[in-house]
């Protein structure tokens, strides 16, 4: 079977872990059997992560052709690891899965409205998203 996670959620929700447990759980972490799409891999170089808010169109237009191309191979298990807020950031990713035959489940990591588990988030993000922009995503965050 054919399938497609949509990963939604804060930074530091969690969302690159379950992705990876999912790997495990589902292809026993064989790598050709995956592939995990995150836009956040591109902000990566030799010496670390630097996101510069002015790559993000560039970035997310190659990480959703990765995932076509991927598609396009027939990996068994795709999984897009982004915040995907807003329910656009996504439908590009839905429709180009139900397309091409995948099953599609979208899944909502942590919890979005809970004010401590937004400072947890801040704590534990890799990326040292700051709490006030944690914050702004969960109020903008569509159901």
Known sequence: MKQVFILRGLPGSGKSYYAQQLCQEL??????QFLICSTDDYFYQDDGYHFDKFKLPEYHSLNLSR?????????????????NIKKWEFLPYLEVAHALGYQVKEVIVGDIKDKSMQHLYSQRNSHNVALKTISKMAYMFEW
């Open 67 to 83: 995932f076509v191309r991927a598609l396009g191979q027939e990996v068994p298990l795709v999984i897009v690891d982004n915040t």
């Open 27 to 32: 292809v026993n972490g064989d790598e050709d």
